[in-house]
C-alpha cells in the first residue's frame, strides 16, 4: 500500500468517524519547515488540496508552531483563518478541531459546518489518528533512508573496484560519473580540472552534457568564474538544494557569459591531493532536490576516491616522463 493510499484512506475515515465536512493531514518534507497537504477527505470541491501552511501561519499554522491541540466549537473568521479553502467556502464553517503530529510535525485538522460539532472526547479520539499518521510516516522514512544508504553503498563498493574494471583514465572518469548521477538522481555530474598554469579550468568530464542544445563545451574557464571557479579560488564545497530558493550564492555554474541554464540544486567539491584543488567535483540539477547530510557524507567519500585515483594518476604520469 502506497503512502499516498494509506493518507486518503485514513482522512476517510476520520471523516466519517466525526461526520466532518472535511479533513485535511498536513505533514513537512524530509528537511521539515513547510507543512503541505498530503491528504485530504472533503463533501465539498472548495478544498485547496495543495495547500501548504507555514508554522505558526493560521489556525493549522499555529497547531504545527505550539504543537498543542486546538477545540473551537463556534468558529468565526475573527478568530484565525484556516488556509486550506479557495473562494469564500471557509466562510460557511462553524467548527473545527486540529491536533499536532507529534512523531514528525504536521497536523491532523477537520471542520464542520455545524456548530458545536466536536467536544473533548472527540479532540482524545483525532489524537489516536494523529499519532498513526505520523507513525505510519515515520516508518516510511526510515525505510526510504534505509534503501538510500543501501544504493550509496553499492555505488561505493563498485566504485572502490572500477579503477581493475576501467584502469584508462577516460573509462574510469565516464564509469564514475555515470554511476554518481545514477546513484544520487542528480542528472549532471561534471569534473572540472585546473590546468598547469593554474589560473584556469576546463570541463574533464560529465554524465550528460550541461549545456543547452547539446553545443559544445567551451575550451577553457577563469579560476574564479562562476560557482565551480569560486570553488576552485576558495577550495571550499558549495551546497544548494531546494531549500534555497536564491541557489547556490546566485552565481552560475561557469560564469556570467557561459549560458549553461538555470540549476536548483548544486553541490560542488574541491579534489585536492598535493597540497592543491587540483579539480572539482559537481552534482548539479535543475530541479530543487533535496541535500541531505547523508547525501553529502556520500558525494563527500566518491570525491576523496577520485582525489586518490588521480594523485596516482599524477605520480605515474610524473615518473613516466623522460629526465631532462
Not at 105 to 123: E, N, P
Not at 125 to 148: D, K, Y
Not at 261 to 271: A, E, N, Y
Request: proline share 5%.
Amino acid at each position: 500500500m502506497t503512502g499516498t493510499t494509506f493518507y486518503e484512506q485514513l482522512l476517510a475515515i476520520v471523516g466519517n468517524v466525526f461526520d466532518a465536512y472535511s479533513a485535511v493531514l498536513f505533514l513537512p518534507g524530509p528537511e521539515g519547515g513547510t507543512c503541505r497537504a498530503v491528504a485530504a477527505f472533503s463533501l465539498g470541491d472548495a478544498l485547496d488540496r495543495d495547500a501548504a501552511i507555514v508554522p505558526g501561519m493560521g489556525l493549522v499554522g499555529w497547531i504545527i508552531r505550539e504543537g498543542k491541540p486546538l477545540l473551537i466549537s463556534n468558529f468565526d473568521q475573527r478568530r484565525g483563518v484556516l488556509g486550506y479553502y479557495r473562494g469564500g467556502e471557509e466562510e460557511r464553517i462553524r467548527a473545527f478541531m486540529g491536533y499536532p503530529v507529534a512523531a514528525t510535525g504536521g497536523a491532523l485538522c477537520l471542520d464542520s459546518r455545524k456548530t458545536y460539532t466536536f467536544g473533548d472526547k472527540d479532540l482524545k479520539i483525532l489524537s489516536q489518528f494523529a499519532e498513526l499518521a505520523g507513525s505510519h510516516l515515520a516508518r516510511s522514512r526510515e525505510v526510504e533512508t534505509s534503501l538510500v544508504d543501501h544504493g550509496f553503498y553499492q555505488c561505493l563498493r563498485l566504485i572502490s573496484t572500477l579503477h581493475k574494471t576501467k584502469p584508462k583514465w577516460e573509462a574510469f572518469r565516464s564509469g564514475l560519473l555515470g554511476l554518481l548521477s545514477q546513484a544520487t538522481g542528480y542528472q549532471y555530474c561534471i569534473l572540472t580540472v585546473r590546468d598547469e598554469s593554474g589560473r584556469s579550468y576546463y570541463l574533464e568530464g560529465a554524465s550528460e552534457n550541461p549545456f543547452p542544445g547539446g553545443r559544445n563545451v567551451p575550451q577553457r574557464f577563469s579560476v574564479g568564474q562562476g560557482l565551480v571557479g569560486w570553488v576552485f579560488k576558495n577550495q571550499t564545497p558549495v551546497y544548494s538544494g531546494e531549500k534555497d530558493e536564491a541557489g547556490a550564492t546566485g552565481l552560475p555554474l561557469f560564469g556570467l557569459d557561459v549560458a549553461a541554464g538555470d540549476f536548483k540544486s548544486v553541490i560542488c567539491l574541491p579534489i585536492r591531493f598535493s597540497r592543491m584543488t587540483r579539480g572539482v567535483l559537481t552534482l548539479a540539477d535543475r530541479r530543487p532536490l533535496p541535500v541531505t547530510e547523508e547525501l553529502k557524507a556520500f558525494a563527500g567519500m566518491v570525491a576523496e576516491n577520485l582525489a586518490l585515483f588521480l594523485e596516482n594518476l599524477h605520480l605515474r604520469t610524473r615518473l613516466g616522463r623522460p629526465s631532462a
